[in-house]
């Protein structure tokens, strides 16, 4: 029964080429979260590579689960990946920026306790007010 092989399984030539090792069926059933008869059923109606189940799987194995994603689903590109990160990064550098302008933090400086973001500084007593 040729369905039962590894080598023309979908899944696994992925899964064992961003591991970096050879897996068992039942590793590559297990890391979807399927019985080998569901994994089979799945793989018939085109469910097999559904986003949730690479998830799955990718945190089940120990890789990246963008990889994974972008390695099986032809929707999901490295582009796409990449215009992700950095808007994201342009939303943390924006949040960023924006806390340095807080109220708090302008009164910090003033004061000469510019460390607002250091939970672990205190002021200096003779900046204190009594």
Request: glycine share 4%; net charge positive; aromatic share 6%.
């Amino acid at each position: 029964m040729s369905e039962n092989r590894a080598d023309d399984d979908p899944l696994y030539p992925v899964l064992a080429a961003l591991t970096g090792r050879r897996l068992t069926m039942a590793e590559v059933y297990a890391a979807v979260g399927l019985s080998k008869a569901r994994y089979y059923e799945a793989r018939k109606e085109g469910t097999l590579t559904r986003p949730d189940r690479l998830i799955v799987a990718a945190h089940h194995l120990g890789i990246n689960p963008v990889e994974l994603l972008i390695e099986c689903n032809p929707g999901v590109t490295v582009r796409d990946a990449i215009q992700f990160v950095e808007k994201r990064r342009a939303e943390v550098n924006e949040f960023w920026e924006a806390s340095k302008r807080s109220p708090l933090a302008v009164m910090a400086r003033e004061r000469g306790t510019a460390t607002a973001h250091r939970a672990d500084a205190a002021p200096r007593l003779s900046t204190l007010q009594l």
